[in-house]
């Protein structure tokens, strides 16, 4: 190979270099020679999502779970923490994320966040079951009570004759023994063989205020539960109680009843001065 010539015809005096591509680029200027530079080679970056996001759903798992009534949020980011975490980490096994204790971390406070979630929601089931069973209990006894009310009151509403039961409106209501009655005459409701009885029944005013008396009319029934038929005879004995009772003051009335002779030995008498606001009282005995 010779060597190059200048544009007039001379020698450059620089051989071509033996191992130089007659093809390649000429020389760099001042006739040295600069090999060609080695292509670039292309590092991947680090990909650090998942431990990122496993970490941050673990802190916020773990910080929800231990607000008690928030456990039912808490278990979802602390899962999913769990399992980005392990993405992460296969990442770093990989060699394709750098960020292992951030991974590692986040998969641990998911499984920290999961238990914190079985503890809270263990402790919410047994706070509630101890508050539905305190309100269960607490219905139960009201519901007691209320039926020993009742039961009480239903048997201060059984009294015996010449016993006194007070109404919520202050009248007093004595019932007296029955007494027995001669029909003159003229009557009605009694029929021959029967047994004629009077009841007397007094209404004492015990409050501050007149109060009507509504029902002023008893009903009577014998020994067998059957309702006995009011005598009205022409004898003016019988008196009914109407009218306004003043306070402090009485009222008196005086009923006849007509009662079978194979019932007649035992007598149960109902009265309430108002029949559409207060439940009878019930005064029983014998009438002999």
Request: glycine content about 12%.
């Amino acid at each position: 190979m010779t060597a190059p010539v200048s544009p007039d015809g001379s020698p450059t005096g620089d051989p071509l270099p033996q191992h130089r591509d007659p093809w390649a680029a000429p020389p760099a200027e001042g006739g040295a020679y600069q090999a060609p530079c080695p292509p670039l080679a292309w590092t991947p970056q680090p990909s650090n999502g998942m431990g990122i996001t496993a970490l941050v759903l673990g802190i916020v798992g773990v910080v929800l779970g231990v607000f008690i009534f928030l456990f039912w949020l808490s278990w979802l980011p602390a899962l999913l923490a769990v399992i980005f975490g392990g993405v992460g980490l296969s990442r770093v096994r990989m060699g394709r994320a750098t960020n292992r204790a951030m991974a590692l971390s986040g998969v641990g406070l998911g499984i920290l966040g999961l238990l914190v979630a079985a503890c809270s929601a263990v402790f919410t089931a047994v706070l509630v079951k101890d508050v539905v069973d305190d309100a269960r209990a607490h219905v139960k006894k009201v519901d007691a009570d209320a039926r020993a009310k009742a039961k009480a009151a239903e048997e201060a509403r059984h009294l015996s004759f010449g016993k006194a039961y007070t109404f919520d409106n202050g009248l007093k209501v004595t019932v007296g023994k029955p007494v027995p009655f001669v029909p003159d005459g003229y009557v009605l409701g009694h029929a021959k063989g029967n047994k004629a009885v009077q009841v007397t029944v007094t209404v004492v005013n015990t409050g501050s205020k007149r109060v009507a008396v509504e029902t002023g009319l008893p009903s009577v029934n014998d020994a067998d539960g059957a309702s006995a038929e009011l005598v009205i005879d022409g004898s003016g004995r019988q008196k009914v109680i109407t009218g306004y009772v003043l306070p402090g003051k009485e009222a008196v009335g005086k009923y006849a009843f007509s009662l079978p002779p194979e019932a007649a030995n035992r007598i149960e008498v109902e009265f309430s001065p108002d029949a559409k606001r207060w439940q009878d009282a019930y005064w029983s005995g014998p009438t002999s």
